[in-house]
């Protein structure tokens, strides 16, 4: 799995991590069971420091996400991934809620925002609509 950190971003590096882990779950790059990288590895080829990758892990087991066995070390959880809670749905309209915002003040329209949406949750992160390049 590739993993791309931008350094100078606001968001923390742990985040970073995690989303992008859950991301690649969500490709199916990565599927139930697949062992992780341990935390010494991944630190090493990122070039951070492993306690920031010890807590994307962490937040991802806490969620649900990955699952920590004795001689396995770190998997995709093998089993049924996490459902849908209210915690997660309170989060995603705080997140939606920003970036609708956003996309209210650059005028963009109703109908391209629910297009661009819908690319990015379909997989198709090189929509173009009639206004976006």
Do not use: C, W
């Amino acid at each position: 799995m590739f993993i791309e950190l931008e350094l100078q971003s606001d968001r923390p590096i742990f985040a970073q991590i995690a989303q992008q882990i859950v991301e690649g779950i969500a490709s199916g790059e990565l599927n139930p069971g697949d062992a992780m990288p341990s935390v010494r590895s991944l630190a090493s080829d990122l070039g951070i420091n492993l306690h920031t990758v010890n807590k994307a892990y962490q937040v991802l087991k806490q969620d649900g996400f990955l699952q920590v066995h004795r001689k396995k070390g770190v998997v995709v959880q093998p089993g049924e991934m996490p459902g849908v809670t209210e915690a997660f749905i309170d989060k995603l309209h705080r997140q939606l809620r920003s970036v609708a915002s956003e996309a209210v003040v650059r005028g963009m329209s109703e109908s391209e925002f629910v297009a661009a949406s819908l690319a990015v949750y379909r997989g198709d992160l090189m929509y173009k609509g009639d206004n976006l390049e």
